[in-house]
């Protein structure tokens, strides 16, 4: 990457499959691009600027969701600046073949291929079996390697027993011990497993993980180990846990969870989703520096943050009700030993009797096959592809679209997935529902190719009709909207300039609530009822808008049969929009959770789908002249949904990995803007501000002046475009821009043996290099189309600004 940044001077793209690991490689890269010369730029959640700023000098490193990724990359292709993109890093390849992020991921990268002859791509992954697949869809080669810095042991239990995993054995493992711990019979009613036994093997000194199966059995295990725990336990790091449960409650506005309350001081903690960000965030610090010795976490830890362990335990060989996939095993034993701390990992798969022949099988089969998701995921992968395509004008007939298919991923597989449809067939339905569905138009003439080739050796003319993007299509590629809701979106927007409420934020916020976590949705009807008569008048207006009466509720509350027919989704919609109107209102997650029942885990992720949606349904309403008056609105509600605190903090929490806690710390010591926060001095941070290491102030400080690097460079070129002539002005020699005066170019005498055999333009601005002197010229300065040079060797040249020209010196 630093080669293609520094030395290519090229863009690069890093994509990563969650928001916690971009806003940590955005923290750890920060300190990298200030010191060397290039920013890196954070695509997730609502953050990221489409296309992305133009700079002048320094390229940038942008990491990505997958999401934010694909959106990138369309807006660098409309813009014509996709060449301009060096390398592509994909972490996690193997997500290719998960769901609609699956297919996201796939589109991007087979853009990538069509539109830039370029741009390089990487794919990195530790669970790829048909990387053959893979590699004939990217033309890529095929690096592997066994190597890993810790050695990792695998062992299986089996009641008191552990046995190593050995692929050279019969039945796949050898005995290696029985386990020397001393239960009492109350004990083993309460450790059937005898988890117990192994974690103590390792804790307080090293660290542990635990997966567990669910989210109620990591909080429950939890607390099991904690009850047989000694008390010898609490003294380890005493001081920094009492510390931790004090920032959590500070974090929480005082609130804590009991389980966290009981089970810190030993050292143990619950890691899954049901946590809140702050949460999450002040738990895995303190398990990075060892102040917690023990996750008990659920399988979304495998592929999250990086929080290693010396060992990692299976609690059982399943996820949910789902047995464990041989990925998935894989993921989970890889977080075992840490590189520089540990000589080696190992790692316990508990298992019962029953499911012993399924286990062996388990550690000894291939890695399960990757497939392709582009047409499984019907409205989020094939017809989002067609119409982007088209909307971009990748492809825009029948006949481009079909050959660009053929180069996909799923092109590559397509004799194993389609079974009873031809990839043509696919395509052709695919483009007729885009057009019955509004998004595309078909053009009645046929382009000039068709009209040469329509009667050769394809297979009509419809291959030759193009396809233009309706205003919808457009608004809906711009706004990356599923497009099994656009029309829902649309009429919706519609409805709401009929008589959009602004006395109070909540017609706003129903308009951007969310449609795929509605449906998902299960409302508690009682606190339903008991919300809705606390409405204003106004507040109960924006109910009866969107189609939702009191009556209807309290009904519902009072378990009474209702004749009338209710859209489900708009009622459930309109609740999410009631916890998230409370949520802005009080700013305090656990108030909102405990008034409406809810997790507080669930309630900051639909806090963040809020947020992210908010943002697509500004770039929609951007691209319909009729939505004008949501622009400024959805602009301020997106931040607030994003930040969701008091508007002094805002800027605070703009730095990544600053979330509310950090940010109400470091304003109360006096960090009040970004400014303070980039001039400051680590050490003094570390004093200042309570449960912060040396690393996360010195990255808070990069990242800070990452940030402030970004702004100030964004506004020089603000000002420099602003005093730039225009290139048509009457008397005005053209001349290039900026960034053609700075590009670099190579010029050759004819018998140089080169061959970059290329020569600037007549009347650019040249830097002619002589050995190791540089001589640079103005763009006044102009080169005959035959330049005489003194000697059979190649002359880089550099065009540069008037004011460096060597003739004025």
């Keep these: 990457m630093l080669q293609e940044l520094l030395c290519r001077r090229k863009d690069v793209l890093m994509i990563l499959p969650y928001v916690a690991i971009v806003q940590e490689k955005v923290s750890g890269l920060s300190s990298f691009g200030i010191e060397l010369g290039f920013f890196v730029e954070e695509y997730a959640g609502s953050k990221g600027k489409f296309p992305p700023i133009k700079r002048r000098e320094k390229k940038s490193l942008y990491i990505a969701t997958i999401e934010k990724g694909h959106s990138l990359v369309n807006s660098l292709i409309e813009t014509g600046r996709i060449s301009n993109l060096g390398l592509v890093v994909v ?57 890993r810095p810790v050695e990792l042991k695998e062992y299986l239990k089996i009641n008191d027993a552990i046995y190593e995993v050995d692929s050279k054995a019969e039945n796949g493992m050898t005995f290696s011990r029985l386990l020397n711990y001393k239960y009492s019979d109350t004990l083993k009613k309460m450790d059937p497993d005898h988890l117990v036994a192994l974690v103590t093997e390792v804790i307080p000194n090293y660290s542990c993980l635990v997966f567990c199966p669910t989210k109620k059995n990591c909080e429950n295990v939890a607390e099991m180990i904690c009850k047989i725990l000694s008390k010898e336990y609490l003294k380890h ?226 291959e030759f009709h193009s396809f233009h993007i309706t205003k919808l299509g457009r608004a809906s590629f711009k706004g990356t909207i599923d497009l099994a809701y656009c029309d829902i979106l649309y009429r919706d927007l519609k409805k709401g300039l009929e008589g959009l409420v602004l006395e109070s934020l909540l017609h706003l916020i129903y308009l951007t609530t969310p449609y795929d976590m509605a449906s998902q949705c299960n409302p508690d009807w009682m606190i339903y009822f008991r919300q809705f008569t606390q409405l204003s008048p106004a507040e109960q207006n924006v109910a009866a808008l969107v189609g939702v009466s009191e009556n209807f509720i309290g009904k519902k509350a009072s378990g009474q049969a209702i004749k009338k027919k209710v859209d489900k989704n708009i009622v459930n919609r309109l609740y999410l929009s009631f916890v998230l109107y409370t949520l802005l209102k009080e700013t305090n997650i656990w108030s909102v959770s405990e008034k409406f029942n809810m997790p507080r885990g669930y309630i900051q992720n639909l806090l963040s789908g809020a947020a992210a949606f908010s943002s697509c349904v500004l770039h929609f309403c951007e691209e319909l002249e009729e939505f004008w008056v949501y622009r400024a609105l959805l602009v301020e509600l997106t931040k607030k949904l994003t930040y969701c605190v008091k508007a002094e903090l805002i800027p605070l929490m703009e730095v990544t990995g600053v979330l509310e806690s950090r940010a109400k710390q470091l304003y109360n010591a006096g960090y009040k803007s970004l400014m303070y926060l980039a001039n400051a001095n680590p050490e003094v941070l570390i004093r200042t501000i309570d449960h912060l290491s040396r690393r996360q102030a010195k990255q808070i400080v990069s990242s800070a002046k990452m940030l402030l690097h970004e702004k100030a460079e964004a506004l020089q070129e603000e000002v420099e475009e602003l005093l730039r002539p225009p290139p048509d002005f009457p008397g005005v020699e053209a001349f290039p821009t900026e960034k053609e005066e700075t590009g670099l170019a190579v010029i050759c005498p004819p018998n140089a043996d080169c061959t970059l055999q290329s020569r600037p333009a007549a009347g650019t601005a040249p830097s002619l290099l002589f050995g190791n002197q540089m001589l640079n010229l103005c763009i006044d300065c102009k080169i005959p189309e035959e330049t005489a040079l003194p000697s059979a060797t190649c002359i880089t040249i550099q065009r540069t600004r008037s004011a460096e020209c060597a003739r004025n010196t």
Aim: glycine share 8%; proline share 2%.
């Design 91 to 147: 972490d996690e390849l193997h997500m290719i073949g998960e769901g609609s992020r699956g297919a996201i991921l796939e589109m991007t990268l087979a853009k990538i291929l069509y539109t830039s002859k370029t741009t390089q791509i990487i794919g990195m992954s530790a669970t790829l079996n048909n990387v053959e697949d893979l590699q004939e869809f990217l033309q890529a080669e095929y690096y592997t390697s066994e190597f």
């Design 237 to 462: 790091r005493e001081k920094e846990k009492h510390e931790l449960i004090k920032s959590l409650k500070n974090s929480s506005s005082g609130s804590l969870c009991p389980v966290l309350k009981h089970t810190i001081p030993f050292g143990v903690a619950y890691h899954h989703s049901g946590l809140t960000s702050d949460e999450r965030k002040l738990l895995e610090e303190a398990y990075s520096t060892g102040v917690l010795c023990l996750f008990t976490c659920t399988s979304t830890l495998a592929a999250g943050v990086n929080l290693p362990a010396r060992r990692v335990i299976l609690r059982a060989p399943y996820v949910a009700k789902e047995f464990l996939k041989r990925n998935q095993y894989k993921q989970m034993i890889g977080r075992a030993g840490r590189a520089g701390i540990d000589s080696s990992g190992e790692s316990i798969l508990i298992l019962q009797e029953k499911d012993k022949q399924q286990v062996l099988e388990l550690i000894s089969r291939p890695l399960e096959n990757c497939y392709s998701q582009l047409v499984q995921e019907f409205t989020k992968g094939i017809q989002t592809l067609f119409l982007s395509l088209i909307g971009l004008k990748i492809t825009t007939n029948l006949g481009d679209i079909y050959h660009f298919m053929s180069g996909t991923f799923f092109g590559v597989q397509q004799k194993i997935l389609l079974k009873e449809k031809s990839l043509w067939e696919i395509t052709v339905e695919s483009l007729r529902y885009l057009t019955e569905k509004g998004l595309l138009q078909k053009d009645t003439t046929l382009t000039e190719r068709g009209l040469q080739q329509k009667d050769t050796i394809y297979r009509s003319e419809d």
